[in-house]
Structure formats: C-alpha cells, structure tokens
C-alpha cells in the first residue's frame, strides 16, 4: 500500500486517517514545512513553530538525520523529532543542548533563518 506525500509524490507508507479528522502522512526527511497538528490538540505558539522550523532546516543543512543530532545533543531521537514537529514543549535545557550541537546560542534558533541557494 502506498500513501501520498504532501507535494503530491508516492512514497510507500500507508497513511493513516484518525477518528478526529486528522491524517498523518509520512513526511520525507528532506521536507520543512509548518507542523500540520498541534500535540493534544493545544494551540502552537509562534516562537514553537519557529524553532521546529528551524531545528529542522539546520540539522537537514548540515546533512544530520535525527539520530546524529539527537545524540550530539545527548537527547533522544524521538525527543528530536517531535520538537521538530512542535509537539512537545522543549525546557530551556534541552533547546541550549540542541543549540550547542549547532554551535549556536538559544536566540539563534528562535531567530528566523533561511538557506541560500547557489
């Protein structure tokens, strides 16, 4: 059985609808996007979404899965992945952590980044 990615792409998970509505689709590691749900169904505050976002587009510009930067920040993986999606609250230990594996400060990963390209 195949799902369907959100760009519109085949990928071979299936994907799962829930009574409530909602659909998880497999992401591909390689996309960065908004978190679609909030966790428990409580509201995303912007500067979570902020730093999901750009936790993700750091760890996928430097070419690290969630496993690599997870145990450069001696976090577990699934920690990793569900602050990337913005479901879990993250304590100002765990972002200095994640933060120091970049070589960063905290107020970097909350500040809006981009990547150029070429």
């Not at 509201?43 to 750009?54: G, T, Y």
Request: charged fraction near 20%; include cysteine.
């Amino acid at each position: 059985m195949t799902g369907q990615y959100s760009t519109g792409r085949a990928c071979p998970a299936k994907t799962l609808s829930y009574d409530d509505g909602y659909t998880l689709r497999p992401a591909a590691s390689y996309f960065i996007g908004e978190p679609e749900r909030p966790a428990y169904g409580n509201p995303v505050c912007e500067p979570a979404r902020q730093l999901a976002k750009n936790i993700r587009l750091l760890r996928v510009t430097h070419g690290w899965s969630q496993e690599t930067l997870a145990e450069l920040a001696g976090l577990d993986r699934t920690f990793v992945g569900a602050i990337e999606r913005a479901e879990r609250n993250i304590t100002l230990a765990s972002a200095e952590k994640i933060a120091k594996a970049f070589g960063l400060s905290i107020v970097d990963l909350l500040t809006p980044c981009t990547v150029k390209q070429g």
